[in-house]
C-alpha cells in the first residue's frame, strides 16, 4: 500500500496499466483514476478535493512487474471513497489477487474511520457483480458509454439531419447545463 507514491510506481504503474490495456482491449483504469494517480505526488487538497488516498500494488513473488493494481481516491473529510481493481489478465483465473486488493482496500478505508466505498468495475458481468457481493457491496447502477465515428454516414433523404459545432467556452456553459439538467432531471 502506497500513499504518495513518487514517479517510479507511478511510472510502473502506468506501464502496466497501458499493458493490461493492450491485452485486454479496454482501457484498464478510468481516466478520472489515472489523471489522480498522475498528481499523487503534488500535495494534497485540504479542501475536500478527491484525491489518491493509497495505492495498493500486487506484485507475484520474486517478479518485479506488477499483476495488480487499486486505486483508492477519494475525501477523508467527507468520507467517500472509490476503486477500481486491475489485475493482470490470466493472472488471477479464481479471482482470488481481486478478492486480496479489494479486502486490502476495505482495510485501509476502516483504518481511515470507515466511509462510502464504491467499486467501479468496467465490461462487468454476473460474475464481477457476485464476486462485489461478496465483499459487501450492492450493485447500486450500471453505467453504459456509447460512441459512434464521426461524421456519421450521409443519410440523404433518410429523415432529419442535425448540424453541429465545436463547443465555444466562455459562450455555451449556460445552454449546455441547461440541457444537460433536463436530460438527466429523473436520473437516480
Known sequence: VVRAPDTGPVDDIASFL??????????????HKRMTLHHAAAPVPTTGETHLVAGVLARAGERSDLIGYAPLVGSQESRRYAVEVVVEPGADPDAQLYDLLVDAVVDVVERLGGGRLRLWTAAAGDSDDARALAHGLRVERSLVQMRCALPLPDHTGRGPTIDTRPFRPGLDEEAWLSTNNRAFASHP
Open 18 to 31: 497501458d499493458r493490461v490495456t493492450r491485452v485486454s482491449g479496454h482501457v484498464a483504469l478510468s481516466e
